[in-house]
Nanobody
Framework: QVRLVESGGGLVQAGGSLRLSCAASGSSVSIKTMGWYRQAPGKQRELVAG???????NIVDSVKGRFTVSRDNAKNTVYLQMNSLKPEDTAVYYC????????WGQGTQVTVSS
């Protein structure tokens, strides 16, 4: 069983920055992929960024150049650095990891005001 604890969400003005963190605990097995999804009101949950254990990253076009995903394997932690935030980035952001199956965090609210 893997437990994910997210932090770093909040309210920020457009153009501002936030850094999300997600720490995984409870597993002695190597975490394969880690990533972030988001879900805006009335919309489906969508992938934002993912990172493999070898460091390969995948970032969706809508945030490319503004968001960066990274991980600290020693700490089993994944980060999402979000710069130049826009109101359309407002959503609940969920951490996601794949070990033996997919695990989800509880979600953290990010609100960007115009």
């Amino acid at each position: 069983q893997v437990r994910l604890v997210e932090s770093g969400g909040g309210l920020v003005q457009a153009g501002g920055s936030l850094r999300l963190s997600c720490a995984a605990s409870g597993s002695s097995v190597s975490i394969k992929t880690m990533g972030w999804y988001r879900q805006a009101p009335g919309k489906q949950r969508e992938l934002v960024a993912g990172i493999r254990s070898d460091g390969y990253t995948n970032i969706v076009d809508s945030v490319k150049g503004r968001f960066t995903v990274s991980r600290d394997n020693a700490k089993n932690t994944v980060y999402l650095q979000m710069n130049s935030l826009k109101p359309e980035d407002t959503a609940v952001y969920y951490c996601n990891v794949f070990v033996d199956r997919i695990y989800w965090g509880q979600g953290t609210q990010v609100t960007v005001s115009s």
